[in-house]
């Protein structure tokens, strides 16, 4: 079973890299390893380069603000970066995850490493502010340059901090901020009656 894979990897990850992770750990048939700061490179080229691992592609790599995870209860660092990696010789999945703090949260850029990382580091960049050290063009990708925030971390106004117009006088598009009043959305009431009550499939099919 996959699962069974998974685990034997788990602990293979264990028994190989030892103290440089912090965990490897199989939820949902999915191994994710946990790995501090410090070691991160270390362990990103063993993934790549061990046969056991052959981790040749980085085929995601993504931002995670953890601020209000489990409704505000976290108390870890507020940033993590996850890797998607993939075996294509060894058939497997690996996700590498690593959690940074501080402002601005960084961690080692891994382009010597899997050159895909290049503009899935300066995504994240561009929407969580994580600096990635050694990136050699670290700029913003889907914003504009004169944005400003992050807009996927968790505090980033829904309005955002600026806006943009075009200035018939200054014949250019200007910046200036936000216009419209900042405002909190609520989810919608679900009322508990019959209009959200799945059929009974037992019951019609009895009266058929």
Not at 31 to 43: H, S
Not at 75 to 95: E, T
Not at 119 to 133: K, N, P, S, V
Request: with cysteine.
């Amino acid at each position: 079973m996959m699962s069974d894979y998974y685990s034997h990897l788990s602990e293979r990850v264990r028994e190989q890299l030892g103290n440089l992770i912090e965990s490897a750990d199989v939820a949902f048939q999915e191994l994710t390893i946990t790995v501090g700061k410090d070691n991160l490179r270390e362990v990103a080229c063993a993934l790549r380069d061990d046969k056991n691992f052959a981790c040749e592609e980085l085929i995601d790599l993504c931002g995670v603000d953890y601020s209000q995870f489990g409704e505000g209860a976290w108390q870890g660092p507020q940033y993590a970066v996850a890797y998607q990696l993939l075996s294509i010789s060894n058939n497997h999945r690996i996700r590498l995850k690593v959690f940074t703090d501080g402002e601005p949260p960084i961690v080692d850029s891994v382009i010597e490493i899997w050159s895909s990382a290049n503009w899935f580091e300066r995504e994240a960049f561009d929407l969580y502010g994580i600096l990635f050290d050694g990136h050699p063009d670290l700029r913003r990708l889907l914003t504009d340059y004169g944005f400003i925030g992050h807009p996927f971390r968790k505090d980033f106004p829904l309005s955002g901090n600026v806006e943009m117009r075009y200035d018939p006088e200054k014949r250019r598009v200007i910046y200036q901020p936000v216009s419209i009043e900042p405002r909190v959305n609520q989810m919608r009431v679900i009322r508990d009656d019959n209009r959200y009550i799945a059929p009974d499939i037992e019951e019609e099919n009895s009266d058929a």
